[in-house]
């Protein structure tokens, strides 16, 4: 009998573990089924929270999120003669299996090849051009958040929406400043947002903001692994407990920026919490001045704002949605804070 798999049921695993009895789901998937991984008690804070046992395979995966957290594409600069800055990129989307966690691999639609795409970085009012390629074997297009004309917003209907096998270039001018992303638009949306198709898209004010320390770009998503149009992970940069397997490293004093994007499907709301610290937020990044100071912040779908923070202690601190199920289902991770 083929089972198919809930979030719930992965939960109930991880609490059946933590109770002590041996709990296990079966996933079915295209290729076979496989099992659920093991989960099991780690005693951070005042919650029990699961985690994964386990490394995916991140070679085989082609990309590794303690490399994508501090990953900017500037993209190739150029002068025009009107003094702009132009900056070209190249973008294919491929299909690509994933290996979410160690042993379920999921059948993805990725920009480059990745999870999320390329954080696409820039200047407000550079001229930006994306040399867009579809490799996979759907219609994809790129859709980003920012201003420009209906020909550009890669939707159905403009002809940014393109077949397998065709190019497309998208030019617009950056603005405004703040934090945005892209997602493809092709129908059903829903579909080809969950399968992997988003990145975070990043224009500075000319001016630029404040000097940090240390700056990471966080995109949170999930999986549905089954298709029953419900979440089976939750992440930040696409493998669930990542961060947590292995924390970021800060020292003490630093001061760190974070660029938080939620793209995530099918839930209506995700949330960003860290321990033992406040931190100023920016919603949308769009002003240089924070709007509140808080340790938890909440975004629904294609919400994103900057976070700024340091921590005054040496030790490891958990960061995690306050969705306690995402937390638990792979949306948790660390900073080690370092002297
Ligand atoms: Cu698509």
New binding site residues.
Partial sequence: MKASLSRRDFLQAGVLTLLGTAGAAVIHRASGEAQAPPVHQMDHGDSAMAMAVGEVDHTKNGFNPTDIVADFDYGKASTLENGQTLREYNIY?INKDIEVVPGIVYPA?TYNGRIPGPTIRCTEGDLIRIHFRNGSS????MHFHGIHTAQMDGVPGTPGVINPGESFTYEFEAKPFGLHLYH?H?APLAR?IAKG?YGAFIIDPKEGRSTVDREFVMVMSGFDIDFDDENDFYAVNAIPFHYQLHPIQIKVGEKVRIYLVNILEFDLINSFHLHANFFHYYPTGTSLTPSEYTDIIMQTQAQRGILEFSYKYPGSYMFHAHNTEFAELGWTGNFEVVS
């Fill in positions: 989307t639609w759907h219609p994809h297009s493809c092709a080809h198709l």
